[in-house]
């Protein structure tokens, strides 16, 4: 009886981790937090959100990630502002996309 315990119990610890992963959302503002959080002096976290997606939207469209990256560089952002934004979209919002940033 005591094997059936233990498998219960760690298929209940697998399921708690797995839902403690954070929502992309979550984990794109965290990426951003962690390398250049003064990219929230420019906006709020909605306002990054939309953006990062915006910026998988013109990824999709054709668009490079040096494109990209060279559009927030236009609108004053630093080079690494603009890289952490563009690899924590892809990373968080378009995976699809990674072979554009790595």
């Known amino acids: 009886m005591k094997p059936v ?9 697998t399921v708690a981790l797995a839902g403690c992963s954070p929502s992309p959302e ?10 250049t959080p003064q990219v ?3 906006g709020s976290e909605t306002e990054a959100i939309e953006l990062g997606r915006a910026l998988c939207t013109n990824m999709d469209d054709g668009s490079s ?8 560089e236009g609108l004053g952002w630093s080079i ?5 934004v563009v690899i924590a979209a892809v990373d968080n919002f378009c995976p ?3 072979d554009l940033v790595r």
Do not use: P
């Not at 315990?5 to 610890?13: C, H, K, N, Q, V």
């Open 26 to 35: 979550d984990a794109f503002i965290q990426s951003i937090k962690d390398d």
């Open 96 to 98: 699809e996309h990674e």
């Open 5 to 13: 315990r233990a498998i219960f119990a760690l298929a209940l610890g």
């Open 65 to 72: 990630a040096h494109d990209a990256a060279g559009m927030l």
């Open 80 to 84: 690494a502002e603009a890289g952490t």
């Open 40 to 42: 929230f002096d420019r």
